[in-house]
C-alpha cells in the first residue's frame, strides 16, 4: 500500500517571502502521479500542481514549483512570493497508473501567510 | 459549467437515522469516489465506482453503502449513522482515459452525528 507523509502540521511565512512544504512518499509502483492541492477556508479542494512519475523535470504554474526526487520519493512545494490567498491547508497525494484512480493523501500542512 | 455538486452540504442528525449524501457531475466522467475528511488524518477513501453498476470499497467503507444506477449521481448511503461518522465527506469524479489526470471534487459535506 501507498503512504503519504506531510512532516509539518503548520506552517506560517510572511508575505512576499519564499515557503517550502515537505512531502515523502512510499511505493513500489514505477509509474505515478503526484499532486497538492490546496483546500482554503472555504473548503474546496482545488488542484494546484501535478506531476507524473516519468518526467525529470519539475512541474511549474506560476508562483508554485516542485522539487521532484524520484529516488529518495520526496516531493516538495515550493511557493515564491507568498500572498494572503495562499493561507490555506495544503495536501500532498498519490495516484497509481491509470486503471486505480485512488488518491493517497498526506495529512496535510497549514499554512499561514503573515500579512 | 463542469462540477460536481454535493447535497446536502451541512447535515446534523442523531445516531441511527438513515441519511442518503447525494453526488451528482455533469462531466459525463466514468469514475466517482467518495473521500472523508478528518483532522490529522488528511482524506480517505470509502468507496468507488468505475462506471455505472460497478462500486467497490475504498480504505474506510465500514459503516457506508453506495450505488451507481446512473453515470451522473453517486450517493452515499449511511444505514444507521454513529457519532464516529461524524467528519467532512467529498465527492470525486474523473475520466478514466490515459490522459485525463484530474479529479473534481464537490464542495463537501460536513456531517455531524449526534
Known amino acids: 500500500a501507498q503512504t503519504v507523509t506531510q512532516s509539518q502540521p503548520e506552517m506560517s511565512v510572511q508575505e512576499a517571502e519564499t515557503v517550502t512544504l515537505s512531502c515523502t512518499y512510499d511505493?513500489?509502483?514505477?509509474?505515478?502521479?503526484l499532486f497538492w492541492y490546496k483546500q482554503p477556508p472555504s473548503r474546496q479542494m482545488i488542484l494546484v500542481i501535478r506531476q507524473e512519475a516519468y518526467k525529470q523535470q519539475n512541474a511549474t504554474e506560476n508562483r508554485f514549483s516542485v522539487n521532484f526526487q524520484k529516488a529518495a520519493k520526496s516531493f516538495s512545494l515550493k511557493i515564491s512570493d507568498s500572498q494572503l490567498g495562499d493561507t490555506a491547508m495544503y495536501f500532498c497525494a498519490f495516484m497509481r497508473g491509470f486503471g486505480n484512480e485512488k488518491l493517497t493523501f498526506g495529512t496535510g500542512t497549514r499554512l499561514t501567510i503573515i500579512p | 459549467e463542469a462540477q460536481v455538486t454535493q447535497n446536502p452540504r451541512y447535515l446534523i442528525t442523531v445516531t441511527g437515522k438513515k441519511l442518503t449524501v447525494t453526488c451528482s457531475q455533469n462531466?459525463?466522467?466514468?469514475?466517482m469516489s467518495w473521500y472523508r475528511q478528518d483532522p490529522g488524518l488528511g482524506l480517505r477513501q470509502i468507496y468507488y465506482s468505475m462506471n455505472v453498476e460497478v462500486t467497490d470499497k475504498g480504505d474506510v467503507p465500514e459503516g457506508y453503502k453506495v450505488s451507481r444506477k446512473e453515470k451522473r449521481n453517486f450517493p452515499l448511503i449511511l444505514e444507521s449513522p454513529s457519532p464516529n461518522q461524524t467528519s467532512l465527506y467529498f465527492c470525486?469524479?474523473?475520466?478514466?482515459?490515459?490522459?485525463?489526470?484530474?479529479?473534481?471534487f464537490g464542495p463537501g459535506t460536513r456531517l455531524t452525528v449526534t
Open positions: 462531466m459525463n466522467h466514468e469514475y
Open positions: 511505493t513500489s509502483e514505477n509509474n505515478y502521479y
Open positions: 470525486a469524479s474523473k475520466e478514466t482515459d490515459s490522459i485525463s489526470y484530474e479529479q473534481y
